[in-house]
């Protein structure tokens, strides 16, 4: 079931979803410090391909406190923008019955577009 939702998710904006978050990944690795950010826009756009079938999971390790600084720097510059962009396809697509599962879909990438560096989509 989950493969038909990521066909379907693909086909009604998922496509062109992954690759805004992989462009503005190439457009942040142009720079220094922009290459951690760059690389975990990258990352979530490899995700949000196929995002049904898959669970957030906070990740642990270590650099917990360059975790936490570049979440932060994440959230402030980029993250509440995107958080917010899912929040509002996810209203929309709450309207129908179909529309549900993928606002659900949009409603489990937030944590994830908010905190990069800390979450991951499994």
Request: hydrophobic fraction near 60%.
């Amino acid at each position: 079931m989950s493969f038909l939702g990521n066909v379907i998710w693909l086909i009604f904006g998922g496509l062109v979803t992954g690759l805004g978050y992989i462009l503005g990944g190439c457009v942040l690795l142009l720079t220094i410090i922009g290459i951690p950010f760059g690389l975990q826009s990258i990352r979530l756009g490899w995700a949000t391909f196929a995002p049904f079938g898959k669970e957030v999971v906070v990740s642990g390790g270590a650099y917990g406190q360059l975790k936490l600084i570049f979440d932060i720097l994440w959230l402030v510059f980029f993250g509440w923008e995107i958080a917010l962009a899912h929040l509002v396809h996810a209203g929309i697509l709450a309207i129908t019955i179909l529309g549900i599962p993928f606002a659900l879909q949009h409603l489990k990438l937030i944590p994830v577009a908010l905190f990069p560096f800390s979450h991951t989509l499994r």
